[in-house]
DNA sequence: TGAGAAGTCACCCGATTAATCACAAAAAGG
DNA sequence: CCTTTTTGTGATTAATCGGGTGACTTCTCA
């Protein structure tokens, strides 16, 4: 509906793909048009007539507008799918190139010591989200998951979930809501779920800033992942242990067993 | 095995992908270690040892690496496989913005007129083959292809010829070797195909530098399109016509006739 | 042929980023 | 407990890049 602001977030995105601000615009106003000329582009994107060629120049150049070299010479976007699809390519062309780069890269590894505890923080929705999975398809004996934001509920995580599920593995899931409690049960049909409120966070910190939860994993009683979503930027940020022996999962056990997790027997 | 060569060749793509010169160094330090702190990492990438700190909070803000809060505090990387895997969901999820904010501005289309000759360039290797792609695809008499090399016949382009032959499209591919026509052969069965040399480009211009032809595409004697392969910088560039009047589409019947396709009876 | 439009260049300036330095806080080690 | 080294933060400088503007040549068309 509101052509003005999706252009204005066209005109970001297209940047945060990589091009510049004069390629994002001429690009997005070229979109509008059929065909168009320096002049009606530049009146119409704000861009400086004389910067049009450059920018129109690199787009060609990468495969995003065609261009006529007539007098005046005309220019004109490729279709939207076109365009995302050559996006994509491109994309994928340079994380295959550096799959194969740093793969083949050898580890010197300085033996850095420090096998002790160790505790790791990362954030970032995606990088938060990959470490999940990869954690769950990791398990061997029991998963232990609350999710506190139905986003958090992807697909991917679904399959993961179903995967380990199939190799016997224990999936106790825990939601903060009957309605995410639903949506997991049809979703993951094996596993044992359960709703839990955040008392026991709300009543160690009630004074401070609400931060909400956002996933707490549990691998095994012996890996742990937790994640929180600030309110205002929805940055996710986690923090990550290893090791039965972990100052951080065995305060995650002692949770758990305070019925963080109602009515559940520790098998160990 | 070069693992200097390919730590360059990684910062490099790492760069394209968005990251600073010292975050791509960062991260690709930080994959040869298991862990480390800021004074190795800088020794090795040879980032200011106080600008690695900065450097290494945007990778973790990416989810590219972790970082244990201790004193000295240490880094990771995370896996190879997460990272791409992180990189690919950050893009995918920009490019379907990217469809979402565009897909909906509406298109001011000042009539441009000019409902004459036009003939557009285009260049760069995946936008004009997804062109390639999409005219075959809306073909629905006949394809004339010929392809210059054997890096252009994609699994996308077999996939769009098998599709649009199935729908009763004449399909006639030209090759430049034996063994490409083979390969077609093979990949889409119900072609035509046939070899062609470049005589009839070479004897127009002997004494320019020689530019390797790419494709040759005339989709239902009404659309051209024509790449070519400048062998140093490995750039494709490609013009691209309509319509039945079209000089350079005319100019291309013409090409046909003379012998271009051997004993190809125009059914018109 | 003359006026205006189209296209190319070269330049300026502000913002970003690479690079260095100064300094406070924190280990380490006698 | 004090000294020395290491670690982390912040400010500062230098160089690069990208946005913005104008001069100038070429082309088109009346």
Not at 30 to 47: C, I, P, Q, Y
Not at 82 to 108: F, P
Not at 224 to 233: F, N, Q, R
Request: overall charge negative; charged content about 25%.
């Amino acid at each position: 509906m509101d052509t003005n602001e999706n252009m204005e977030e066209a005109i970001e995105v297209l940047q945060q793909l990589g091009l510049k601000e004069y390629e994002a615009r001429c690009f997005v106003g070229l979109s509008r048009l059929h065909s168009g000329t320096a002049k009606k582009l530049s009146e119409m994107t704000e861009v400086p007539r004389t910067r049009v060629y450059d920018a129109v120049r690199v787009l060609e150049s990468q495969g995003l507008v065609e261009v006529q070299h007539s007098s005046p010479q005309e220019f004109r976007a490729v279709s939207l799918e076109e365009a995302t699809e050559t996006l994509r390519d491109q994309y994928e062309a340079r994380v295959e190139r550096l799959e194969n780069t740093l793969g083949s890269v050898d580890i010197v590894d300085e033996g850095d010591d420090t096998p002790i505890q160790q505790v790791w923080a990362l954030s970032g929705q995606s990088g938060i989200e990959n470490r999940t999975d990869q954690l769950i398809e990791e398990a061997t004996d029991e998963v232990v998951l609350v999710i506190g934001d139905e986003s958090l509920l992807t697909e991917d995580l679904v399959d993961s979930l179903n995967e380990v599920v199939s190799n016997g593995v224990t999936l106790i899931i825990g939601a903060l809501t009957e309605s995410l409690e639903d949506q997991i049960q049809t979703k993951v049909p094996d596993a044992t779920t359960f709703i839990t409120g955040l008392e026991w966070l709300r009543s160690e910190n009630a004074t401070e800033d609400e931060t909400a939860i956002g996933r707490l994993l549990l691998i095994d009683r012996s890996t742990i992942l937790v994640s929180s979503i600030t309110p205002g930027s929805k940055e996710e940020q986690a923090i990550f242990g290893e090791g039965f022996g972990n100052g951080l999962v065995v305060l995650a056990r002692r949770l758990m067993a305070q019925g963080l997790v109602p009515a559940h027997d520790p098998g160990q």
